[in-house]
């Protein structure tokens, strides 16, 4: 059962930055399309940013777009979440999800988190001065 594990969260001021791991100990993670989602309190879980089996495309929300990036590194089995400027509405719980799917990501349905089969624990990031 691949098993996700999230790390890197914290509090950070406005205009800040951080980066986000996750991590499946024995699994091959570059046959997963992962996903970033995130949860504020009293809001729904929203899809962040998505990137394809062997990296072949990502997928943006529009709130993040220019700010955070997603990215994998195949010879530490993590894929990275890069997030740049960041502003207190981006306060959250950050999940990663997986599918070993071909076709997540190409499409609308990557920010779907009924897409995902297998879903981390959950970081938090906290924006605040």
């Known amino acids: 059962q691949l098993q996700l594990v999230e790390s890197g969260g914290g509090l950070v001021q406005p205009g800040g930055s951080l980066r986000l791991s996750c991590e499946a100990p024995?699994?091959?993670?570059?046959?997963?399309?992962i996903g970033w989602f995130r949860q504020a309190p009293g809001k729904e879980r929203e899809g962040v940013l998505c990137?394809?089996?062997?990296?072949?495309?990502?997928n943006y929300a529009d709130s993040v777009k220019g700010r955070f990036t997603i990215s994998r590194d195949n010879t530490k089995n993590t894929v990275y979440l890069q997030m740049n400027n960041l502003q207190p509405e981006d306060t959250a719980v950050y999940y990663c999800?997986?599918?070993?799917?071909?076709?997540?990501?190409?499409?609308?349905?990557?920010?779907?988190?009924?897409?995902?089969?297998?879903w981390g624990q959950g970081t938090q990031v906290t924006v605040s001065s």
């Open positions: 024995g699994f091959t993670l570059n046959n997963y399309a």
């Open positions: 999800a997986a599918d070993e799917s071909s076709f997540l990501c190409w499409g609308a349905s990557w920010s779907r988190s009924e897409q995902y089969d297998y």
């Open positions: 990137i394809s089996r062997s990296s072949a495309n990502t």
